[in-house]
């Protein structure tokens, strides 16, 4: 006899300005209903939450350690009931990341501790959805290592490169020349920054109303996207954009995937002038040697960061 089909899906529900992600497995039986009748049903049962833990600091550790440490762990995943999906690995002496659904988060430290030992540092629940506007189709790998989206087999570090976007005075542009004005601003933005990040192997994150958060598998696609987006505003009186761009890690300290490089993406957006694009001094090292221009605009402290952040230019604000 076949096994009933088992599929694995989501819903999203807002309540307020709350969204709340279920994740859900349903179980179709093909062969009737529990009752008896012939027509079939379906059991939804809730799926096991999803986490994200981070390995920092892993030595001299290499991609073998890190691929033989994540087959330690398929081989007694069962014993705790976890189930590893994929993992990211950013080379010897920086981080790994290992995707899991588990019951519990003690029942994904125990499968690690017994597998291999290395425990994590950190970790956190995420969503699908959220994952893979981030991450990009995480579940094509055939190895278990994820790959980069789109790239063929190379790996996927996990570093992202995080673009906010912003219409300057959108509030103001209403004001003075009518909501009709404010609508068209909106759509003017929304058309080439989309335009852009398809160009440049950005994904967009979420619309968030003045303007867009962004995702690129690399710095210099998020660069080349501010560029082109700048240069395709820079003649519309009523649409100057502000850009700001940080690069960052999926779990550090942060509860939320990506989200030290997200709030330090929108707190440099926010220091931005209409029409220019600032970026954090991480963006700068990772594109030393691949193009770009890049002005020094010195340090500033921004909310929610307890050191001053350096901030680069990139390109030119007249």
Known sequence: MAPSPKVDTHACIELGDTRVHLR?????????????????????????????????????ATEEDMAAAHERDLQIQDKYGVRFLTYWFNGPGA?????VDAPTLEDLKACHKEAHGLMPHNIIGVDKPSLST?????????????LVPGAGSEPDTGLRAIMFTDIEGSTAISTALGDDAAFEAVRAHDSIVRGCLAEHGGREV???????????TSVTGAVGASVA??????EDPNLAIKIGISAGEPVTTSEDIYGAAVNL???????????????????????????????????????????????????GHD
């Open 24 to 60: 859900f497995r349903v179980t179709c039986g093909a062969l009737g209903c529990c009752d008896g009748s012939s027509r079939g049903c379906c059991s939804i049962i809730p799926a096991m939450p999803m986490f994200m833990d981070v390995h920092d600091n892993m030595g001299d």
């Open 134 to 146: 981030f991450l990009g189709d995480w579940e094509v790998s055939p190895t278990h290592r994820a």
């Open 206 to 216: 979420k619309h968030t109303g003045d303007g867009i958060l962004a995702s690129f």
């Open 265 to 315: 993406a929108a707190r440099i957006c926010a220091q931005a002038a209409g029409g220019q694009t600032l970026a954090a001094s991480t963006v700068r090292d990772l594109s030393i040697g691949k193009g770009g221009e890049f002005t020094d605009k010195g340090s500033l402290e921004l909310k929610g960061f307890p050191e001053p952040v350096r901030l680069y230019e990139i390109g």
């Open 229 to 234: 987006i700048q240069q395709r505003t820079k």
């Open 95 to 99: 981080a790994g990341y290992c995707l």
